[in-house]
């Protein structure tokens, strides 16, 4: 991941997550994730674990769909 990050993103996709009946310790992981990515870099600077974190998470969103 990047060295940039933003915490208004974090802070909004934890809440989104959450809210929407992920457990937060992995909400809390995936928007690490969501909020440090990097367009500018392939798979926005996203390892193989970093991504699983956010499938997992969008798993337990959209099971709540």
């Known amino acids: ?3 940039s990050f933003n915490q208004s993103l974090y802070d909004a996709s934890v809440r989104a997550l959450t809210d929407n009946g992920v457990p937060e310790d992995l909400a809390e992981k995936a928007s690490q994730v969501i909020a440090s990515d990097d367009p ?3 798979n926005l ?3 193989a674990s970093d ?3 956010v ?6 969103y ?3 769909c």
């Open 51 to 53: 991504q699983e974190a």
């Open 45 to 47: 600077g996203r390892s």
């Open 62 to 64: 959209c099971a709540q």
């Open 1 to 3: 991941m990047t060295e």
């Open 40 to 42: 500018t870099q392939e």
């Open 55 to 60: 499938n997992e998470a969008m798993n337990h």
